[in-house]
């Protein structure tokens, strides 16, 4: 693969709606959208998936456009790959940065599968046809606003629902949910807001048969959720504490967690993502694709990577309707009675809506191979 240009464009979306979790409240989602480009004119996407705050982890939208400028796209740039998998060698003495890394690693896996005339799904090994959806909803002001929420999602179809959780706005969400929905499978999300103090209040999560308690204590940790795990029957799910194969082994030897959530930013790509995916089917541990509020690019690698066999729970790939009045992909993202049909054309299997992108981006710097 020789890689002539680089592209990067600052895109700025208004969501439908704001979405609060423990850690804050998004409404803008502002993004780097990452475009490769061979000597013989085809073009790969990526796109970053950080925060304009450093809240969910430590990157950001401006450090992510640092680490792309400054490092990552000049090395890139003068050196030899010959299949996708070589970009996260070639940028492993770089610490963390993961965010960055696997925008640009997206996009060069993007221009590799065009070039071999596949599918992104089947270049990364997939062999699902559709892939299961299910939904992430945010702290709400009311129960009753909640439920009503919830209501509507299922009558879309979606196969799971996931409630953001934090202290004193837990246990009654989850019963007034059981009593409204017995039998739906679900799921909390803690994103870190308890302790191993809090070891009695959640032992009480048992009571609502959840299929898991996503990231419960501290990111980075898996020694305290190894010590929760052992003292609750609800399945831990480990998010934060997960950025790479190394991260994963360590947390099925411990016992720290029972399933996975893979997000393909937060481990530096998909190179990465397909380690942790045989990691976890070699020890039989659940995966699911998680989401970061991705736009249209973010969402159709999200769609192939859950295209893999190990993916065997609903992830949060929901449709481009259910976040944006417009995405910047053709065709958009949709959902038919709760599942996504995974594109076969080349690449990604979409098209960029330029309008779009003209429209949502903010400022361009464009990168030429020497």
């Given at each position: 693969m020789e890689i002539k240009t680089v592209i990067l464009r600052y895109m700025k979306m208004k969501m439908l709606h704001p979405f609060k979790?423990?850690?804050?409240?998004?409404?803008?989602?502002?993004?780097?959208?990452?475009?490769?480009k061979s000597a013989d004119g085809k073009s790969g996407f990526g796109e970053s998936v950080a925060s304009i705050a450093p809240l969910f982890h430590e990157e950001t939208v401006q450090t992510n456009w640092h680490m792309l400028t400054d490092y990552l796209i000049p090395l890139l740039l003068k050196s030899d790959i010959q299949h996708p998998d070589d970009v996260s060698t070639i940028f492993s003495h770089f610490r963390g940065n993961y965010n960055a890394k696997a925008a640009i690693e997206g996009a060069v896996w993007d221009l590799y599968a065009k070039e071999q005339n596949l599918s992104l799904a089947a270049a990364l090994g997939g062999t699902k046809k559709k892939i299961e959806v299910g939904v992430s909803v945010g702290i709400q002001e009311t129960e009753a606003k909640l439920l009503k929420k919830l209501e509507g999602y299922l009558e879309q179809g979606f196969r799971r629902i996931?409630?953001?959780?934090?202290?004193?706005?837990?246990?009654?969400?989850?019963?007034?949910i059981r009593s409204e929905f017995p039998t739906i499978q679900l799921m909390a999300d803690a994103n870190c807001a308890y302790t191993l103090a809090d070891i009695d209040h959640l032992r009480k999560f048992d009571e609502f048969n959840l299929s898991m308690i996503e990231q419960p204590l501290a990111h980075g940790d898996i020694i305290d959720h190894a010590k929760l795990q052992a003292k609750i029957e609800t399945p831990i799910c480990l998010d934060e504490s997960i950025h790479s194969a190394e991260d994963t082994r360590k947390s099925i030897e411990l016992g720290s967690t029972k399933i996975?959530?893979?997000?393909?930013?937060?481990?530096?790509?998909?190179s990465e993502s397909k380690?942790?995916?045989?990691?976890?089917?070699?020890?039989?541990?659940?995966?699911?694709?998680?989401?970061?509020?991705?736009?249209g690019v973010g969402r159709a690698h999200n769609i192939a990577i859950t295209s893999l066999p190990g993916f065997?729970?609903?992830?949060?790939?929901?449709?481009?309707?259910?976040?944006?009045?417009?995405?910047?992909?053709?065709?958009?993202?949709?959902?038919?009675?709760?599942?996504i049909d995974v594109p076969e054309a080349p690449g990604i299997g979409f098209e960029l809506n330029w309008d779009m992108v003209e429209k949502f981006m903010v400022?361009?710097?464009?990168?030429?191979?020497?």
């Amino acid at each position: 693969m020789e890689i002539k240009t680089v592209i990067l464009r600052y895109m700025k979306m208004k969501m439908l709606h704001p979405f609060k979790t423990s850690v804050g409240v998004e409404q803008d989602k502002d993004f780097i959208l990452v475009e490769v480009k061979s000597a013989d004119g085809k073009s790969g996407f990526g796109e970053s998936v950080a925060s304009i705050a450093p809240l969910f982890h430590e990157e950001t939208v401006q450090t992510n456009w640092h680490m792309l400028t400054d490092y990552l796209i000049p090395l890139l740039l003068k050196s030899d790959i010959q299949h996708p998998d070589d970009v996260s060698t070639i940028f492993s003495h770089f610490r963390g940065n993961y965010n960055a890394k696997a925008a640009i690693e997206g996009a060069v896996w993007d221009l590799y599968a065009k070039e071999q005339n596949l599918s992104l799904a089947a270049a990364l090994g997939g062999t699902k046809k559709k892939i299961e959806v299910g939904v992430s909803v945010g702290i709400q002001e009311t129960e009753a606003k909640l439920l009503k929420k919830l209501e509507g999602y299922l009558e879309q179809g979606f196969r799971r629902i996931k409630v953001k959780v934090m202290p004193e706005r837990d246990l009654d969400i989850l019963r007034a949910i059981r009593s409204e929905f017995p039998t739906i499978q679900l799921m909390a999300d803690a994103n870190c807001a308890y302790t191993l103090a809090d070891i009695d209040h959640l032992r009480k999560f048992d009571e609502f048969n959840l299929s898991m308690i996503e990231q419960p204590l501290a990111h980075g940790d898996i020694i305290d959720h190894a010590k929760l795990q052992a003292k609750i029957e609800t399945p831990i799910c480990l998010d934060e504490s997960i950025h790479s194969a190394e991260d994963t082994r360590k947390s099925i030897e411990l016992g720290s967690t029972k399933i996975i959530n893979l997000k393909i930013g937060r481990v530096g790509g998909l190179s990465e993502s397909k380690k942790i995916h045989d990691l976890c089917v070699q020890h039989n541990i659940p995966l699911w694709c998680g989401g970061m509020l991705e736009a249209g690019v973010g969402r159709a690698h999200n769609i192939a990577i859950t295209s893999l066999p190990g993916f065997t729970l609903p992830g949060d790939t929901a449709p481009s309707a259910h976040y944006w009045e417009e995405d910047i992909i053709l065709p958009e993202v949709t959902m038919h009675d709760g599942l996504i049909d995974v594109p076969e054309a080349p690449g990604i299997g979409f098209e960029l809506n330029w309008d779009m992108v003209e429209k949502f981006m903010v400022h361009s710097q464009v990168f030429h191979r020497g």
